[in-house]
């Protein structure tokens, strides 16, 4: 008992012990739903966009929870660049894939030659691939967005 | 690798390319110049041979995804799309020797950011070329835009402001456009614009067509900054870094002018737009004809080099709306070949004021005393974009203008016609003021430099600043002499039909 | 006026977006601070969105989303979904609208420090000094 009110003192002022809590619980819950929602894209609401805004919204609700620096610790800037680019040319080069293997861009019956599938599933399937693209872009622009516009563009302290 | 997929591939290669300068330029900031270049110097070729496929083979047409039009994005490439599509390759290609060397003055260690949106707003320039869906064309304007935004928001002192205003006012054009097309798939319930022009082909004339119209053409041309809705450039583009306004200046405006150009004769249909609605058209050549007057008026008043060139492309796009605008095949080939001959002489001039601005480091009129003794190479290219713009022949400047005012004459829009002649007056008298400046005056040595090198002598620009400039102004020579085979070959078929 | 009126009750919908436009529009202009600037601008592109989104709408219609088998099986009535292309344009749209606002916080985060404030007079004043 002590020990909690000491930890509760010396707390910063506007922190709180249940939020903390409650988004360090909820967090790994939101991320596993941003994830739902992008792959079942094809059948229910969801998709690349909305799937990577609700992912950066877990990292936005750390920062705000916590402060930018627990958000930053586990999200470091360089990952999140890499990710970024790496979700954007995720889905250019699976569109110049499909148009190097002698289809059009973005024309998924052309990765038979890769996996051998049905063209009608690769169809049904290539899109996945994208999605996962810009959900990984829409995921570190996100978090990039409030951390920049937070903190200033210098990332020591948020809000 | 097929080269069916060729016209794809000058589109995703600057995508492609814009990315791998972020990931790349992180590690090692000497991957960024090779990168760009490579990038852009491929998207010349590619756009060389698909000008020459499109005028052997008639205009090709290409599928996003194997879907079928009109459920598909598709992209057609006429011989318009692929002039525009190698003037923009070919601008941006030379632009970007320039840009390298002035941006690693003006913004060190983050060089890698400039050029991802570089690349990114030329892709989306080269897109708009290629589109034949008119939702895709609103995509691929707001991407152009926002870079355009940041990279003009990178300048310094006043350049976020003017950045702020040109946001505000670029997106009400953007979202007028998004208006217009929401009411053309009202009426057509598609997107596609060959499909389009077909469902409207049998429809009646109704006040919803024509609000659709209106919508698009003024969302298209605060883009263009066409007067009175200009007042966002003279700002934005003065104030970007050099390394951006020599890409930007050339070529946002005509693109926005091409595509009014396909939205008037690829989606409505030229019987539509000039013979129900005869009124209109002689209006908006009256306004062209009052822009060209204004905006020239207002470039006497400028004392900074840069935003007297930026008065000077109102005064322009205001020439090449007056020419479309004039319903006749004199005004449309006048109007085409002024796109490819304006989009030069800016190339030109900016890189010359680029130039200047790298050497002196300021363009008000009193620093450019004396210039043609301490930097001739940088100036005679400059007089050289400046007889252009004025319309002196053999330069490109003066047969577009030929075209233009044998357009205004046998539509009998005197108006227009005296405000062309007006205007060569103006540029005269504001560019051969500059040449007084820089030749005849002696002035202080070097008086212009802002950053305590006052020793330091002006000399002639780096050989990357020269080498684009002297390329751009030969260029305006060669596409001079050139004009009757690129007219006869090329403008001739890039005509719309209906003339 | 009996005309009038049973004009704007048929088209009410229509009038509301009219209306949250040119509030949208009146705050770009007509506001001097630019974050409100930047406000006006996403309830203008906000009352396009819901202009197209309408756009879709049928008597009777449903959600557009449908059972896997049940469609191949016995095809889709149009008559009894709302038309879902409009919605994936305005997805396009919303994303295209968080962009702008995304490099608009930016730039204005770039105003504000080179002139410690966002009152658009007072700029103005500064710049005139």
């Known amino acids: ?159 | 690798m097929t080269t069916s997929n060729l016209h794809l591939y000058i589109l995703a290669a600057p995508l492609l390319g814009a990315f791998a300068v972020n990931l790349l330029g992180r590690l090692s900031r000497r991957w960024v110049a090779p990168l760009t270049l490579g990038v852009l110097g491929y998207a010349t070729i590619a756009a060389l041979v698909v000008l020459a496929r499109v005028l052997r083979d008639g205009t090709i047409s290409y599928t996003i995804g194997n879907w079928r039009p009109p459920f598909g994005i598709e992209l057609v490439i006429d011989p318009l799309g692929a002039l525009m599509l190698l003037l923009i390759s070919a601008v941006a290609l030379t632009a970007t020797f320039s840009s390298l060397t002035s941006i690693e003055r003006e913004l060190p260690g983050r060089e890698h950011l400039f050029f991802t949106m570089y690349l990114l707003l030329i892709a989306g320039l080269t897109g708009l070329a290629l589109t034949g869906d008119a939702f895709n064309l609103y995509v691929l304007l707001e991407i152009t835009s926002i870079t355009t935004y940041g990279l003009i928001a990178m300048g310094r002192g006043r350049a976020p402001l003017a950045s702020f205003n040109y946001i505000i006012m670029g997106s009400i054009g953007a979202c007028f456009y998004l208006l217009g097309v929401g009411y053309l798939y009202l009426l057509t319930g598609s997107l596609n614009m060959a499909d389009i022009a077909n469902i409207l082909h049998g429809l009646q004339e109704t006040a919803a067509l024509a609000t659709a119209f209106a919508f698009i053409m003024v969302g298209l041309w605060v883009k263009m900054a066409f007067f009175p809705l200009h007042s966002w450039l003279p700002n934005a583009y003065s104030l970007a870094p050099s390394g951006a306004s020599v890409m930007i200046a050339p070529l946002m405006t005509k693109v926005t002018v091409f595509l009014m150009i396909r939205v008037m004769f690829s989606i409505f249909s030229p019987e539509y737009e000039f013979i129900q609605h005869a009124g209109v058209q002689s209006l908006i050549v009256w306004v062209a004809a009052l822009a060209i007057v204004c905006a020239s008026a207002l470039a006497l008043a400028q004392r900074d080099l840069k935003r007297m060139l930026t008065y000077i492309i109102v005064a322009e796009v205001g020439y090449m709306v007056g020419g479309v605008w004039l319903a006749n095949s004199q005004g449309m080939t006048g109007a085409i070949l002024h796109i490819v001959n304006d989009a030069l002489m800016t190339l030109c001039l900016f890189l010359a004021a680029a130039a200047i601005a790298y050497r002196t480091g300021s363009l008000g009129f009193d620093s450019l005393q004396g210039l043609y003794r301490r930097m001739p190479i940088t100036m005679a290219a400059f007089t050289i974009g400046a007889f252009s713009m004025i319309g002196v022949p053999p330069t490109a400047g003066f047969f577009s203008k030929w075209y233009l005012i044998l357009g205004g004459i046998e539509a009998n829009q005197w108006g227009y016609v005296a405000a062309l002649l007006f205007s060569s007056l103006v540029n005269a008298v504001l560019f051969f003021r500059i040449i007084e400046i820089a030749y005849f005056r002696t002035g202080e040595v070097g008086h212009g430099h802002d950053h305590g090198h006052a020793a330091v002598r002006v000399e002639e620009a780096p050989l990357m600043m020269l080498a684009p400039l002297v390329l751009a102004a030969l260029a305006l020579i060669a596409v001079g002499f050139g004009s009757g085979p690129l007219v006869s070959g090329v403008i001739r078929l890039a005509v719309p039909g209906g003339f | ?129």
């Open chain 3, 1 to 129: 006026m009996q005309g009038i009126i049973a004009e704007i009750v048929a088209k009410y919908n229509y009038w509301i977006y009219v209306v949250l436009m040119m509030i949208g529009f009146y705050a770009m202009i007509g506001k001097r601070n630019l974050v409100k600037k930047l406000i006006g601008l996403n309830i203008f592109q906000t009352a396009i969105i819901l202009f197209y989104v309408s756009t879709g709408v049928k008597r009777g219609g449903g959600i557009p989303i449908v059972d896997k088998h049940a469609a191949l099986t016995h095809g889709i009535d149009p008559a009894t979904v709302v038309n879902p292309l409009p919605h994936v344009l305005m997805l396009t749209a919303i994303v295209v609208g968080v962009s702008v606002t995304g490099v608009a916080l930016a730039v204005l985060l770039r105003v504000y420090r080179e002139y410690g404030t966002l009152e658009e007079d007072e700029i103005l004043e500064k710049i005139g000094k």
């Open chain 1, 1 to 159: 008992m002590k020990q909690v009110q000491d930890r509760a003192q010396t707390r910063a002022v506007g922190e709180s012990l249940i939020i903390q809590t409650a988004v360090r619980l909820m967090v790994p819950f939101i991320q596993l739903f941003g994830l739902y929602v992008i792959v079942h894209g094809h059948y229910s609401p969801g998709g690349g966009f909305q799937g990577g805004v609700i992912l950066g919204a877990s990292f936005i609700l750390t920062a705000v929870a916590f402060d930018l620096q627990t958000s930053l610790k586990r999200f470091t800037e360089r990952t999140n660049a890499i990710m970024g680019n790496a979700g954007v040319l995720l889905y250019t080069g699976v569109g110049m894939l499909c148009a190097l293997l002698g289809g059009l861009f973005l024309d998924y019956s052309a990765l038979v030659r890769i996996i051998p599938m049905d063209p009608v599933e690769w169809r049904s399937l290539g899109i996945f691939l994208v999605e996962v693209g810009v959900g990984l872009a829409v995921m570190s622009i996100m978090a990039s967005l409030y951390w920049d516009l937070s903190s200033r563009g210098e990332l020591d302290e948020g809000l």
